[in-house]
């Protein structure tokens, strides 16, 4: 589409449609991937729920429901910024891109501290504290950085995404009628959402 | 349709290209031409085909006679994971849907390219990334991975070698397989020739379709699975290794969550080249359109309810094991219909037998060969006897290579005229065709007997009792590597200097063969719209083709 | 344009809808947690699952625009939410009878 030094020929071909699907089928396969691993917690969890709920009393629950909610929340402005540039309030879009953005790192930040807190009791992934606990403890807390680590980086992803998408509003790139670019965007970006949802009952809030 | 059959002489995708220059080597890696993307991808899996061929060459050379012959045990185990790795990842996995389904989808649909033609370079790239990053992982230190392909824990856990980066490889690889189906789903539901409904669609087009769901579904699992192992290798996480809780068979679920629907990634497209070439060849409208095509989507979806029967001896419940013999079985059932309707295709039909017919029907008997042992394997008890036995690796080889390996040789000659606008020696092909298939047999056959009388797999070393049949198979290992080469020759001298090809050799009536060979850039001259169905050869004699 | 009419059906909802379901999602959030701090015993971790399916439904069907897309979204959908099912429960039958 952007490229202009091809040589004329190479057609044109616009199908908002297609892009859409293309969108949904990447999202099933992030989908499967994490599928994997609750499958995993599945199994384990089932295989020591008692040690799973004594090791999820370390985590921190009201850390997690604030970040939930400020998750939901940025979910939220995303979807507002695409309704704003659909009324051609392009600045109002602006506005709710940089909200989300600015959502994204509370909800970093949150989280940096949660994990610091959790190295600074000596548990972190090979830890001499993390090795003597019990067996079903080990898994409970390998998952847990696993999973929310790579939800965390799901994040960042996400973040750089919206900053793209920032721009090329601002450069009319993206525009009114042509924003299937920016509905993508909000996919990945709800498709974040998704995921938290269910990570946080599973880890904070089994007592 | 009947207007498509003028040809004139417009430029060919060689002459023109989607970059400032149509030349040179930069042409063609920045290139978003599906069928240069495909001719790239040609090139690479040959390579890459030719350097696993030589391990397995090298594996039987170890095995010629019995004790140490050029290599001890620990190059042995490197070597036999490294020829799986390539083969499975590199060149069968990949194989047709990346050459065949990149080149030929597009055209058959009557569409200008792929939905997303420069997500289709980008997943060529991270081919390419990933096969270097195996290549690499060769000459890190700890030495190559030993661990075999399935990369099974705790051992990949716990051993020294560098296993870490083929993982990490695979994972690439992956990602790679996943944006290529992600790619064709879109372009057969948004890229359809006005006319062309689901039920007009080539048959190769509907086993590429399923492929492509499972690469997109199934891809991810093992993905997850291997960056598991990564970070457990890493940081030392309890995930997998029983000394921290972790539980080996869950590894073991998850591997083959995806591993054995991969199976169906390798042999589905295949199936779909063999629904092309009988019917041209037969000069004969399909039998059981759509069983066939039904057949392929129900493969994919049993394909996902089988995968435990690689671990009937793992120690998993005897309730998992007793449902997923049951559920195996079921497989066997669209396969057999397709099977079915492919010999009910050329009764009575005008069979003309060209030498990708030829490969097509070398085809059909060593995989109904693997297809059927693969029955002797789901049956529990039957398994229990011969579990990581040769018995096992014969049954693979006979599906796999046998089946699709053979295929990917006929679609080359069917679609070779097409794809160089060249014509290779017949003659020669034909040779091949029957060389490759005694050389097969002499390789492959002695194993099921050694796996039956109990000869162990990954094993660089055997019992005395075994050195005639072990003598046999390595002499077929240097006939089938000395025909691979013939093969390679006959295409290669073809491409250099064969007789330039008709637009339409064999008389298909598929899309593909109404355009030019090579095609043009945007693959037709003319608007295409399509009325009728895909193997109606009734169209032939509107369509200009080359007659006996 | 080869299909004709490719480009957006529109769907625009103003903002209240976007609003009301973000509002439903918090309500459920804090249900469920408070849910958790009342002993339910065996039945407390299907009920934070059920809620946390109902959050999931509301993000796809309105954020993810889903409840006005194609049919042909919504059997994608289904396919490989089943898949994972499929996948679930096979895997439990090793280990719920091993």
Same mark, same amino acid.
């Given at each position: ?207 | ?148 392909? &399935? /990369? ?7 051993? +020294? ?5 083929? #993982?990490?490889? !695979? *994972? =690439? ?106 019917? &041209? /060849? ?7 359109? +759509? ?5 392929? #989507?129900?493969? !994919? *979806? =049993? ?246 | ?98």
């Amino acid at each position: 589409m952007s490229q202009s030094n091809t040589t004329a020929v190479h057609h044109v071909h616009r199908d908002d449609l297609g892009a859409k699907m293309g969108m949904w089928v990447f999202l099933f396969t992030e989908v499967l991937l994490f599928g994997g691993m609750f499958l995993v917690y599945a199994v384990y969890r089932f295989q020591h729920p008692e040690l799973f709920k004594l090791a999820a009393l370390e985590l921190n629950t009201a850390m997690g429901t604030f970040n939930t909610i400020v998750l939901l929340t940025s979910s939220l402005t995303m979807v507002l910024a695409i309704v704003a540039l659909q009324k051609m309030h392009k600045k109002l879009s602006l506005f709710y891109l940089a909200v989300t953005i600015g959502f994204a790192f509370v909800f970093m930040v949150v989280k940096y501290f949660e994990w610091s807190a959790k190295f600074s009791h000596g548990i972190y992934p090979g830890s001499e504290e993390l090795l003597n606990k019990q067996n079903g403890e080990i898994l409970f807390f390998g998952l847990y950085f696993v999973m929310t680590g790579l939800h965390a980086l799901h994040v960042i992803i996400g973040v750089v995404i919206i900053a793209f998408l920032y721009v090329f509003i601002k450069r009319d790139k993206i525009t009114h009628d042509n924003y299937v670019k920016l509905e993508n965007g909000g996919l990945y970006w709800h498709l974040v959402d998704l995921i938290w949802i269910f990570l946080f009952p599973l880890f904070y809030l089994i007592h | 349709m009947a207007d498509a059959n003028a040809h004139v002489a417009s430029k060919s995708f060689f002459e023109e290209g989607t970059t400032k220059s149509s030349k040179g080597i930069r042409s063609w890696l920045f290139s978003t031409d599906h069928k240069r993307i495909g001719l790239m991808y040609l090139v690479t899996i040959t390579a890459f085909f030719f350097v696993g061929a030589l391990f397995g060459v090298l594996m039987r050379l170890e095995l010629m006679s019995p004790g140490e012959t050029i290599m001890g045990a620990q190059e042995y185990n490197t070597l036999f994971t490294l020829h799986g790795v390539i083969m499975i990842f590199l060149f069968i996995i990949p194989g047709i849907p990346a050459i065949f389904g990149n080149f030929f989808l597009p055209l058959q649909l009557g569409a200008k390219d792929v939905a997303f033609p420069r997500l289709n370079l980008l997943s060529y790239w991270i081919y390419l990334i990933g096969s270097i990053l195996v290549i690499l992982s060769l000459f890190m230190q700890g030495g190559p991975i030993d661990t075999g392909w &399935t /990369f099974y824990v705790p051992y990949s856990v716990r051993t +020294t070698t560098s296993v870490s980066l083929p #993982l990490f490889a !695979a *994972f =690439v690889l992956g990602f790679s397989s996943i944006l290529t189906g992600l790619n064709f789903i879109v372009t057969i539901h948004r890229m359809r020739a006005p006319g062309m409904n689901f039920f007009r669609m080539p048959l190769f087009v509907w086993s590429t379709y399923a492929t492509a769901w499972i690469q997109v579904i199934a891809t991810p699992v093992v993905g997850i699975t291997i960056l598991l192992v990564i970070i457990e290798r890493s940081f030392g996480v309890g995930i997998f290794d029983p000394a921290l809780g972790g539980d080996p068979i869950l590894f073991q679920h998850m591997f083959w969550i995806y591993s054995h629907p991969a199976v169906y990634i390798m042999i589905l497209p295949a199936m779909g080249v063999v629904s092309e070439i009988i019917p &041209t /060849f037969s000069r004969r409208t399909i039998f059981g359109y +759509t069983p066939i095509a039904m057949s392929s #989507l129900a493969i !994919a *979806f =049993v394909g996902y309810l089988v995968w435990a029967h690689h671990m009937f001896t793992s120690g998993m419940s005897d309730t998992s094991r007793v449902i997923f013999s049951l559920l195996t079985y079921i497989v066997a059932l669209p396969s057999g219909v397709k099977v079915f309707n492919w010999v009910a295709t050329m009764y009575k039909g005008s069979i003309d037998p060209k030498p990708p017919f030829n490969w097509v029907m070398s085809f059909v008997f060593l995989f109904s060969i693997g297809g059927l042992t693969g029955l002797v394997l789901g049956s529990i008890t039957a398994d229990i006897h011969v579990h990581d036995t040769y018995f096992v690796v014969s049954h693979f080889h006979y599906v796999m290579f046998g089946g699709t390996g053979t295929i990917v040789f006929a679609a080359m000659y069917y679609w070779f005229p097409k794809m160089f606008g060249k014509m290779y020696n017949i003659k020669w092909a034909n040779l091949n065709a029957l060389f490759y298939f005694i050389a097969f047999n002499t390789l492959y056959f002695p194993k099921f007997i050694m796996g039956y009388q109990g000869m162990p797999r990954r094993y660089y070393d055997y019992l005395p009792e075994f050195a005639d049949l072990q003598m046999l198979s390595t002499i077929g290992s240097w006939l089938m590597f000395a025909t691979l080469v013939s093969i390679f020759l006959n295409l290669y001298l073809a491409v250099k200097k064969g007789k330039k090809a008709h637009h339409n050799p064999w008389g298909g009536v598929t899309l593909e063969w109404h355009t030019s060979s090579p095609p043009p850039l945007l693959n037709f001259d003319k608007e295409i719209t399509v009325n009728h169905e895909p193997y109606d050869f009734s169209q032939l004699k509107e369509l200009d083709y080359e007659s006996k | 344009m080869e299909h004709g009419n490719t480009e957006h059906k529109e769907h625009s909802h103003g903002y209240g809808i976007y609003i009301l379901v973000w509002l439903a999602l918090i309500a459920l959030t804090s249900i469920t947690v408070t849910v958790a701090g009342v002993d339910f015993g065996k039945i407390a971790l299907p009920i934070a699952l059920f809620i946390a399916a109902v959050k999931s439904m509301l993000v796809i069907n309105f954020f993810m625009h889903i409840k006005y897309e194609d049919a042909i979204f919504k059997v994608f959908l289904l396919l490989s939410g089943m898949t994972l099912l499929v996948i679930f429960i096979l895997t439990f039958f090793d280990v719920f009878y091993r």
